[in-house]
């Protein structure tokens, strides 16, 4: 035995020890999810667009890590019958995919609709709902038609009309099988990110251009929603929303407290608040903030850009859950005087004039950002609950990021089980968290690291012209998980 395997061992039997046979509800559910440009590939095939990530990456292959890209990725635009078997040996009530908005309508207008890409996403719905397993839909994952980022991308206020073109096409089509839906993934990294060199687009402009399409994508997703309301509620009596990436951050010391409160509501506010709040519109104190700043930097307008009465209705109460992305937790600190600050992985320190840390009793998981503290998911809840009263939470991503591709990854099972862990204690606590979808269900594209680091529950060869997919032992834990609906099968499979 190595001394890595005595570790295992005692955490494990440690586990095994504390283990309570805590069983979930029966209407809580268990799923998988992946996104489109990171899986599919087949990024030519037929008559699909182009997308900014297609673009950005031909053009400027450098960007990414080893210079990699999505052009085949994990190949489920043929494989898909293969990740379905996945998921019916991961044992999933729910798998979340995205479709691909370039390869359902290739110019990213309704004047043409792709049947090709049509059937592709009809057969992965259809080979589900065969395998009793439901598809949780977002419509949007990061990969704009390039044709729209022509003309502005999200900057453009436009795009909330043709978000809504596209959206009807999608309900329309599929609105009779799919019942969950999510309009945007994150829009924290679509324009946050996106607009500070780490997304397409590849944009350098945090100034103004992430804050125009902060305020596009909440109309956006809030036409969206609204035409589910109004135009396919009624007859397919589906739910929508969307997935909010909700790092938790707590004060290092009491001092922080209040820095702490504007930090939450610059990273997650701006794109809860509008609409998760019972007043609608922006945060208020973040608001005061950016505006105050823009003043003292010389612009005749608020950078973060107003909304008008009436937009503030359109968007207030758009939802009918909350979907979270939950990975982690930081503590804030002010920065000292002249410290320097990093605002990777974490945009807009600077702006704050924060510092981000690990909390030297958080393990830390393979990446130095990323620390193993499941109470943070816990208070996350209670904070969502307490701030927006939402009646319902739906995780729609929680992962483990890994450096290397270890099939026995037993940090990501001590990840997974901890973190259901303190779900369960907020089902306890009251709060209504009806479901766990993984991220993901295999290695993948992961953006700008590329193929270098994996959250997979399933490891791709990625050199492999047949991308092989081999269950992780976190796939056999988890398979467990979601029969047993318990998260204390860590003692079983490693040894098996
Ligand atoms: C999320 C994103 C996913 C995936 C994940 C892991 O923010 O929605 O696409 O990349 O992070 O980094």
Redesign the pocket.
């Given at each position: 035995m190595s001394y890595l395997d005595v570790i295992v061992f005692c955490i494990l039997i440690s586990a095994k020890c504390c283990s309570q046979d805590v069983v979930f509800p029966s209407w809580f559910k268990f799923g998988a999810?992946s996104?489109a440009y990171?899986i599919e590939g087949g990024w030519n095939a037929s008559d699909k667009g182009e997308s900014m990530w297609d673009k950005l990456l031909h053009t400027q292959p450098r960007v990414a890590a080893d210079g990699a890209n999505g052009d085949v990725a994990c190949d489920s635009y043929h494989l898909w019958r293969r990740d379905i078997e996945m998921c019916v040996e991961l044992g999933l009530e729910l798998y979340r995919f995205s479709i691909s908005w370039p390869r359902l309508l290739p110019s990213g207008f309704p004047n043409h609709i792709s049947e090709d890409g049509k059937n592709y996403y009809n057969n992965l719905i259809n080979g589900l709902l065969e395998k009793g397993i439901e598809p949780v839909v977002t419509l949007y994952?990061?990969d704009l038609p390039q044709s729209l980022q022509d003309l502005g991308g999200w900057a453009n206020p436009l795009i909330a009309d043709w978000f809504a073109d596209y959206a009807r096409v999608v309900f329309t089509l599929y609105g009779d099988r799919v019942k969950t839906w999510l309009t945007l993934?994150?829009p924290f990294?679509i324009c946050d990110v996106g607009y500070n060199l780490q997304q397409a687009p590849y944009l350098n402009d945090t100034e103004v251009g992430r804050y125009l399409c902060n305020k596009n994508t909440m109309l956006a997703h809030a036409k969206a929603w609204r035409l589910y309301q109004e135009e396919f509620k009624p007859r397919y009596h589906g739910k929508v929303s969307l997935?909010t990436?909700f790092i938790w951050y707590e004060p290092l010391t009491p001092d922080d407290k209040e820095v702490t409160e504007l930090t939450i509501e610059h990273w997650e506010g701006r794109y809860a608040h509008p609409i998760f709040s019972k007043e609608g519109g922006w945060p208020p104190r973040i608001q005061q903030f950016l505006d105050n700043a823009a003043k003292k930097e010389g612009y005749h307008r608020p950078r973060l850009p107003t909304f008008t009465a009436e937009e503030i209705e359109l968007v207030r109460g758009t939802y009918d859950f909350y979907g979270l992305?939950h990975?982690t937790t930081r503590k804030v600190r002010k920065a000292k005087f002249g410290e320097e600050i990093e605002s990777w992985p974490f945009y807009g320190s600077k702006e704050l004039g924060i510092v981000l840390e690990n909390d030297r009793s958080w393990p830390l998981g393979s990446v130095d950002w990323f620390a193993m503290y499941p109470e943070g998911l816990w208070k996350q809840l209670h904070w969502l609950k307490d701030t927006y009263g939402v009646q319902e939470i739906l995780i729609t991503?929680n992962?483990y990021?890994n450096v290397d591709d270890d099939l026995n990854d037993w940090k990501r099972m001590k990840y997974i089980r901890d973190n259901l862990e303190q779900i369960q204690y907020a089902i306890e606590d009251g709060i209504n968290v009806t479901g766990y979808i993984h991220?993901?269900l295999m290695d993948?594209f992961?953006?700008l690291?590329g193929y270098k680091?994996n959250?997979g529950l399933y490891a791709v060869n990625f050199t492999d012209p047949e991308r092989k997919r081999t269950p992780r032992e976190s796939a056999r834990y988890y398979s467990k998980v979601t029969r047993g609906r318990s998260y204390d099968y860590l003692h079983v499979g490693l040894y098996e």
């Open positions: 999810a996104a990171q994952h990061f993934n994150e990294g997935s990436l992305n990975y991503e992962g990021v991220w993901t993948n992961e953006w690291a680091v959250f």
